[in-house]
């Protein structure tokens, strides 16, 4: 099963503090996700950033909208407890405790009114600005969700827009690609467009050393989304590198490749490469080919060793 989001593990992370003893947040995300049935995979998704397992992110933000209403607190760092008030609430629980049932305890009301934006603190990595009421996402989450919504649709007009140029600049942009990804050392200079000289159906070359000695062979085919490569084209390409006494070859197309010639790289055992319009686009992307940065969001977070320095 996948996590719950943050609102449906209030009152598992309220349970888990049943004990009234003070909890470090691990063993509040260990006592819930054990409670949840969650699997050892579940335990483990990250965010898209990488940084924090998302179990973590919803425990942590499950904690401070319990706190701002005054059912948990956080002694320390890392540490909570239950208070009278949780304590009270857990002798007769409601089925679920969410925003809604929050609205009930002055504190959060206040807190949701104003109080954040005129008092914003951070517990255990997770800024106190609410998310919006109607969204089931942490703020982490959104911002998230909605970076992977405009990634995909840029992707989705990069690979249009390299569909629909010429077959000349597929060649030059898999050339500027892999000079990009440091292959010739970062020098443009070792990279050349071939397919204009006849050079044997190869459309391109990038020389890995100064005297020509190791090269790897590049051929770029213009598909439609709806086409495929297969293992025919493949093994023409395979046959016209090994005739330039190399096995190295990439092998780029802006459609797909068929399992048969998937399996056939695979039982070369040599070093080809086949690249399909998704992976290329997500290599433009690695390597800022044919994109550029428009605008930047900084997200900031205490930090913690600053504040426990001891030299305040």
Same mark, same amino acid.
């Given at each position: 099963?996948?996590? #719950?989001?943050?609102?449906?593990?209030?009152?598992?992370?309220?349970?888990?503090?049943?004990?009234?003893?003070?909890?470090?947040?691990?063993? @509040?995300?260990?006592?819930?996700?054990?409670?949840? /049935?969650?699997?050892?995979?579940?335990?483990?998704?990250?965010?898209?950033?990488?940084?924090?397992?998302?179990? =973590?992110?919803?425990? &942590?933000?499950?904690?401070?909208?319990?706190?701002?209403? /005054?059912?948990?607190?956080?002694?320390?760092?890392?540490?909570?407890?239950?208070?009278?008030?949780?304590?009270?609430?857990?002798?007769? %629980? %409601? %089925?679920?405790?969410?925003?809604?049932?929050?609205?009930?305890? #002055?504190?959060?009301?206040?807190?949701? =009114?104003?109080?954040?934006?005129?008092?914003?603190?951070?517990?255990?990595?997770?800024?106190?600005?609410? %998310?919006?009421?109607?969204?089931? !996402?942490?703020?982490?989450?959104?911002?998230?969700?909605?970076?992977?919504?405009?990634?995909?649709?840029?992707?989705?007009?990069?690979?249009?827009?390299?569909?629909?140029?010429?077959?000349?600049?597929?060649?030059?942009?898999?050339?500027?690609?892999?000079?990009?990804?440091?292959?010739?050392?970062?020098?443009?200079?070792?990279?050349?467009?071939?397919?204009?000289?006849? $050079?044997?159906? @190869? *459309? /391109?070359?990038?020389?890995? !050393?100064?005297?020509?000695?190791?090269?790897?062979?590049?051929? =770029?085919?213009?598909? &439609?989304?709806? +086409?495929?490569?297969?293992?025919?084209?493949?093994? +023409?390409?395979?046959?016209?590198?090994?005739?330039?006494?190399?096995?190295?070859?990439?092998?780029?197309?802006? =459609?797909?490749?068929?399992?048969?010639?998937?399996?056939?790289?695979?039982?070369?055992?040599? #070093?080809?490469?086949? @690249? $399909?319009?998704?992976?290329?686009?997500?290599?433009?992307?690695?390597?800022?080919?044919?994109?550029?940065?428009?605008?930047?969001?900084?997200?900031?977070?205490?930090?913690? *060793?600053?504040?426990? &320095?001891? !030299?305040?």
């Amino acid at each position: 099963m996948a996590v #719950p989001d943050f609102q449906s593990l209030m009152l598992p992370a309220l349970k888990a503090l049943a004990d009234g003893a003070e909890t470090p947040v691990s063993e @509040i995300r260990d006592r819930v996700a054990t409670a949840e /049935g969650l699997t050892e995979e579940d335990r483990r998704e990250m965010l898209s950033g990488g940084r924090q397992t998302v179990l =973590a992110n919803r425990i &942590s933000w499950a904690l401070l909208y319990l706190g701002r209403a /005054g059912l948990t607190e956080r002694i320390r760092r890392g540490v909570w407890r239950l208070t009278a008030e949780g304590q009270r609430l857990l002798t007769d %629980p %409601p %089925p679920r405790i969410d925003r809604k049932y929050l609205g009930n305890y #002055p504190t959060y009301v206040d807190w949701q =009114a104003g109080g954040a934006s005129k008092n914003t603190s951070s517990f255990d990595g997770v800024s106190s600005t609410p %998310p919006a009421d109607e969204s089931v !996402d942490t703020p982490e989450e959104a911002l998230d969700r909605a970076a992977r919504q405009l990634r995909d649709m840029l992707e989705a007009e990069v690979l249009d827009r390299v569909r629909e140029a010429p077959p000349e600049f597929l060649e030059r942009l898999v050339v500027d690609l892999l000079i990009a990804m440091g292959y010739g050392g970062g020098d443009a200079a070792m990279g050349r467009v071939t397919r204009r000289s006849g $050079d044997g159906g @190869i *459309d /391109g070359i990038i020389r890995e !050393d100064a005297l020509g000695l190791d090269n790897i062979y590049l051929q =770029a085919k213009k598909y &439609s989304e709806n +086409q495929t490569v297969g293992r025919p084209e493949v093994q +023409q390409f395979v046959g016209s590198i090994q005739t330039k006494g190399t096995n190295k070859g990439v092998f780029v197309t802006t =459609a797909n490749f068929t399992r048969d010639a998937e399996n056939y790289v695979v039982e070369l055992h040599r #070093p080809i490469v086949l @690249i $399909d319009g998704k992976e290329l686009v997500r290599l433009m992307f690695k390597h800022d080919i044919g994109v550029r940065e428009k605008t930047t969001y900084r997200v900031k977070r205490v930090d913690k *060793d600053y504040f426990d &320095s001891g !030299d305040l």
